[in-house]
């Protein structure tokens, strides 16, 4: 009796987390709501007073003034999108790569300065992007790579949030793994790429959604690093649409709209396996 009586009860306080998790799980999405939702709005909903949240007569204006601004442009649309798809996919497949590399060692062998060097990535954690544009200017600059997709591309391989996840998950391998592959014969490339690499897929994944978001995202690279404007990206060329004020306010919307799909879809492809490296790498210091 007692036994159900305790089981009831630890039902009941289950049922309540995850009721209280779900309705702070719906606030959070909140914001992305009212962002499609805006998206959709013809003009007279847009500048409505008081504002309503969901929109009551979608239309699709706001996307055709915003094409039928872009077709003005010398630079066709494609141009910019290919500029972002490219950037993005090689910065992201490079962070995941170099990450890799990286946290195997880091993770798995002692050699002098181990524990300095991951001192330092902790530390790179605490820096914003915008603390150290001046000395990646800098260096963009110095080696003559202004206005090259190696400029969009090469300051962005710095990520230590991405090597910080990918090295926990690999403190979670269990060493005996490696032992015995040591004992077959293996050597450290086979072991890493065999047995290390394949085990913190999921932190890959993570490390693809974190990467992809900053990159995709990111309209400041292009208007330092660049300046023709075939070279300038996605992000750029949208920013400068959302600088026309409340005249394009829907054009506005549509745009953020547009630039926010690519970044959901990444994290539903891969969500599941980011949940697995959140619970092995948040954790552990």
């Known amino acids: 009796m007692l036994k159900k009586r305790f089981k009831f009860k630890k039902d009941y306080s289950l049922f309540f987390i995850i009721l209280f998790l779900s309705g702070l799980g719906l606030f959070m999405m909140l914001p992305l709501v009212f962002l499609v939702s805006t998206a959709f709005k013809p003009s007279e909903e847009l ?27 010398q630079i066709p649309l494609s141009r910019y999108f290919f500029n972002s798809l490219l950037v993005s996919g090689i910065t992201v497949f490079f962070t995941v790569l170099l990450g890799s590399l990286a946290c195997y060692p880091l993770s798995k062998h002692k050699f002098p300065g181990k524990d300095q060097i991951f001192g330092l990535i902790i530390v790179s954690l605490m820096f914003a992007p915008e603390v150290v544009e001046i000395p990646r200017y800098l260096v963009v600059s110095y080696l003559g790579l202004m206005d090259t997709y190696s400029a969009l591309i090469l300051p962005s391989l710095a990520f230590p949030i991405g090597l910080f996840l990918m090295k926990q998950f690999m403190d979670q391998v269990p060493d005996e793994i490696f032992e015995a592959g040591r004992i077959d014969g293996a ?13 913190i897929r999921p932190a890959w994944a993570t490390v693809v959604i974190l990467a992809f978001t900053a990159v995709w995202n990111d309209a400041g690279s292009s208007a330092l690093f660049t300046q023709s ?3 300038k990206t996605l992000p750029y060329y949208l920013s400068t649409v959302n600088g026309q004020g409340v005249a394009r306010a829907g054009a506005n919307a549509a745009a953020t709209f547009i630039l926010t799909v690519p ?3 990444i994290f539903i492809l891969f969500q599941r396996q980011v949940l697995s490296t959140m619970a092995h790498s948040g954790i552990k210091s």
Request: proline fraction near 9%.
């Open 187 to 199: 050597s450290e490339w086979t072991m890493m790429w065999r047995l290390a690499l394949p085990l």
């Open 229 to 231: 404007e075939e070279m």
């Open 263 to 265: 970044t959901v879809l």
């Open 47 to 73: 500048f409505i007073y008081p504002p309503r949240f969901f929109v009551e007569n979608p239309t699709l204006q706001n996307f055709k003034d915003l094409f039928l601004a872009m077709a003005g442009d």
